[in-house]
């Protein structure tokens, strides 16, 4: 029969968890170094598939079927021209819903009244547009109504949500006006944030007839929102250019507004590994934190090593005893740190309206990362007791 059968697993683990209950304030400060590392860990990858998730269902909640289309540049460098019947055209192709022309009026100020010097704008920018915008950007309208066939011909604009911010204006109550141009204008419609279109939140929208007849602004557009059917969408997209300027399609750009989210949940993955690398710096200073005392212990528990091993114990039990009580003493700083991380993470998804999501595989991940730390840190301090002779263990010193 084998050394092994005198101690079974369940003892090693007893002898283990001894060590650390006799020990209790030493072992929960040590265990401390392993739960922030792993709190650290757990918080980060939780945090960022939190902001995914959320950016997700946004993305899923807008839609990726909106495409943008605005002039690009000619073959001299010169920034090229949409056609004034670009919209309409582009209305024609069979899978578009909506579409939607805009022109920016420049030189033209917004002002809460008329007593502000005109070269005070506050950073609204004027643009003309066709009703059709709410729909096909997925605006929505926090009060009042968008502009339609009616008003878009009388001074009548409609603020995006930073526009009316800056302007002061928080709802309709009092019948607002707004000086735009040196021309009163009345708000009948303020927006809530358009988050494919944070040009828009800065906009004082105004209808294109009356935009003509006041500035006399030119009938091109600076730019055409377009509404796919959402199967279709790379199809509409190659064909935009030759339907906007049949005679020069190469000076179109077409982009999609929605891939800047996407990009900016890639760009999420950089900053996650270099916050996942700080915490296993945390977690590898724990290990060591562990191993110190690991070997400050089995200093201390000479005697009762030797005394086991008086007893029969071999080396191969000593060393089983202390790389367990390593392990558990990591074990217990990982679930510390799972729980303290989880926690983090969940208060920090509900400060920002996340949805939490915490991946199982990082929680797994976190476990296993703690045991193996206690592992590495435990293998000298448990082969350093196994080596202590019993007549040399129990000699006082």
Do not use: K
């Not at 697993?9 to 030493?26: C, F």
């Amino acid at each position: 029969m084998t050394a092994l059968s005198h101690l079974r697993v369940g003892d090693v683990l007893s002898l283990g968890a001894v060590g650390l209950r006799a020990r209790r304030a030493r072992t929960l400060l040590t265990s401390l170094g392993i739960a922030i590392g792993i709190a650290a860990m757990v918080a980060v990858v939780g945090i960022s598939a939190s902001s995914r998730a959320d950016l997700l269902a946004e993305l899923d909640r807008l839609g990726t079927n909106l495409l943008q289309v605005q002039p690009g540049s000619d073959p001299f460098g010169e920034e090229a021209v949409l056609p004034a019947d670009a919209a309409a055209m582009i209305r024609r192709i069979g899978p578009v819903e909506s579409a939607a022309a805009t022109r920016s009026v420049t030189g033209v100020a917004v002002r809460r009244t008329d007593l502000i010097p005109e070269d005070q704008t506050c950073g609204i920018t004027v643009v003309a547009t066709e009703p059709q915008l709410a729909d096909t950007a997925g605006a929505t309208v926090a009060h009042g109504t968008f502009l339609n066939a009616a008003t878009a011909t009388q001074p009548a604009v409609v603020l995006g949500s930073e526009a009316a911010g800056r302007l002061g204006i928080d709802d309709l109550d009092g019948d607002p006006l707004v000086d735009i141009g040196g021309q009163w204008f009345r708000v009948v419609g303020i927006l809530d944030p358009v988050p494919l279109g944070p040009d828009i939140d800065r906009s004082a929208l105004v209808g294109y007839p009356v935009a003509q007849e006041l500035w006399d602004i030119d009938e091109a557009p600076s730019s055409v929102r377009v509404r796919t059917d959402p199967d279709a969408v790379e199809e509409v997209r190659s064909v935009l250019g030759a339907t906007a300027n049949p005679e020069a399609p190469s000076e179109v750009s077409v982009t999609r507004p929605s891939d800047a989210l996407a990009a900016r949940a890639e760009a999420d993955d950089t900053l996650t590994a270099l916050l996942v690398g700080l915490g296993a710096v945390a977690l590898l200073v724990g290990g060591v934190g562990i191993a110190n005392v690991m070997v400050i212990s089995v200093l201390e528990r000479r005697a009762e090593i030797g005394v086991r091993r008086a007893l029969g114990a071999t080396r191969r039990h000593v060393r089983a005893q202390f790389l367990v009580e390593a392990v558990l003493l990591a074990g217990l700083g990982g679930a510390i740190g799972l729980a303290l991380g989880t926690g983090i993470t969940a208060g920090y998804a509900a400060a920002r309206d996340w949805r939490l999501a915490v991946p199982a595989g990082g929680l797994a991940g976190g476990v296993a990362a703690s045991l193996l730390v206690g592992a590495l840190a435990g293998l000298y301090p448990a082969a350093r007791a196994a080596r202590l002779a019993p007549a040399e263990a129990v000699r006082s010193e």
